[in-house]
């Protein structure tokens, strides 16, 4: 079965340091990965996506992620943050063998220290 | 804004009663996906339905149902309901059926059962 893990529940770093989350996923073919954040009250937004090709994906807002399938991960990336990057960021893998669903991580809070 | 819209945004009822959260999906598209997000379970698929027609299940309980209308709007009803059921559901469309098509969310509708 497909499943994401997210190890870190909580991350603080202070604003204008890099950033990177890690994602590990699980998952028997190809995998079509995301990467979503989550705003107090808010929906989820895509920051990025990872279908083929390139395995560095460049998203909104000055993420990027790195697809390594040898290590089966999709960490999310960004080099200098800023205090409104402060929010949740669930990685995902989809789809299932049937329907198009995305299986979601446990999610990272990210906390920006000024 | 993901263009995809969620009523009521906040919803309080008691046990064993019954609800229906409405979604209307971005412009166009044909696919609506309905997600629970709760504490203890996280982000979790339950339903896929493309152009009025289930197309995937998730871990949606018996005492859950959903239905795509003929202007592709989509209404998930929850009766018996119980405390458990408190959490955040959120509706999603994407344009087709296409594995790793992506997939936007909106805001949510928050569920509260006293």
């Known amino acids: 079965a497909q499943s994401v893990t997210q190890p870190d529940i909580h991350i603080t770093v202070s604003e204008g340091a890099s950033l990177e989350l890690r994602c590990n996923y699980s998952?028997?073919?190809?995998?079509?990965l995301f990467w979503y954040v989550q705003s107090p009250g808010q929906g989820l937004q895509l920051l990025l996506k990872?279908?083929?090709?390139?395995?560095l994906v460049q998203g909104i807002k000055g993420f990027e992620a790195e697809f390594k399938r040898s290590q089966s991960s999709f960490n999310l990336r960004k080099p200098s943050v800023h205090w409104s990057d402060a929010a949740e960021y669930f990685c995902?893998?989809?789809?299932?063998?049937?329907?198009?669903?995305?299986?979601f991580g446990a999610g990272t809070i990210l906390r920006v220290k000024s | 804004d993901s263009g995809v819209t969620q009523t009521p945004k906040h919803l309080i009822t008691a046990t064993g009663q019954r609800v229906t959260l409405r979604c209307s999906p971005r412009?166009?598209?044909?696919?609506v996906y309905w997600y629970q997000q709760s504490l203890d379970q996280g982000l979790q698929f339950l339903i896929q339905?493309?152009?009025?027609?289930?197309?995937a299940k998730g871990n949606i309980l018996e005492r859950f149902s959903a239905q795509q209308f003929p202007d592709l709007h989509s209404e998930l009803n929850l009766s018996s309901l119980e405390l458990g059921d408190s959490a955040l559901y959120f509706c999603a469309s994407s344009a087709k059926r296409e594995a790793g098509e992506t997939q936007y969310f909106g805001p949510g509708t928050r569920l509260l059962v006293l």
């Open positions: 990872y279908f083929s090709g390139d395995t």
């Open positions: 412009s166009g598209d044909l696919s």
């Open positions: 995902a893998v989809g789809p299932a063998l049937y329907g198009n669903k995305l299986v």
């Open positions: 998952y028997g073919a190809t995998p079509y």
């Open positions: 339905y493309y152009n009025g027609e289930e197309r």
